[in-house]
């Protein structure tokens, strides 16, 4: 592996550990009033946890300056564009369209009338 592909794993890595930081962060306090019970979190823990919070500061930066990497990589920003939308829009349709399969599915049926 050459080195800017570690420093861009490294990056991806850091932009995981932000994304659960806020994950955690919003998650613990409401632990107990999910599941009815709580345990003990070292004081340690949480002082860290507080900072989950610049998580999505940190995922938004890092990721502004993975996108520019990338975007220097290619010959020009149309090619950019199209294979970011090649990889990004399926997600997005199945996003879109999931909630419609259960919503139609579970919806009551109406008589038609002759």
């Known amino acids: 592996m050459n080195p ?3 420093r861009l794993g490294s990056l ?3 932009r995981g550990l932000a994304a ?3 994950v955690l962060f919003h998650y613990l306090p409401y632990y107990d009033k999910l599941f009815g019970h709580e345990f003990e979190i070292p004081q340690l823990l949480t002082d860290t946890l507080l ?4 998580g999505v500061h940190l995922f938004f930066i890092l990721s502004g300056f993975v996108i520019f990497m ?3 990589r290619t010959r020009n920003a149309v ?3 199209l294979a970011r939308g ?3 829009m399926p997600a997005l349709w199945l996003a879109l369209h999931s909630p419609l399969f259960p919503c139609t599915s579970s919806a009551p ?3 038609q009338s002759a």
């Open 4 to 6: 800017s592909q570690a």
């Open 12 to 14: 991806d890595a850091l």
């Open 20 to 22: 659960l930081g806020v």
């Open 51 to 54: 900072f989950g919070r610049y």
């Open 70 to 72: 990338t975007l220097e």
């Open 79 to 81: 090619w950019f564009g």
């Open 86 to 88: 090649i990889r990004l």
């Open 109 to 111: 049926k109406v008589a």
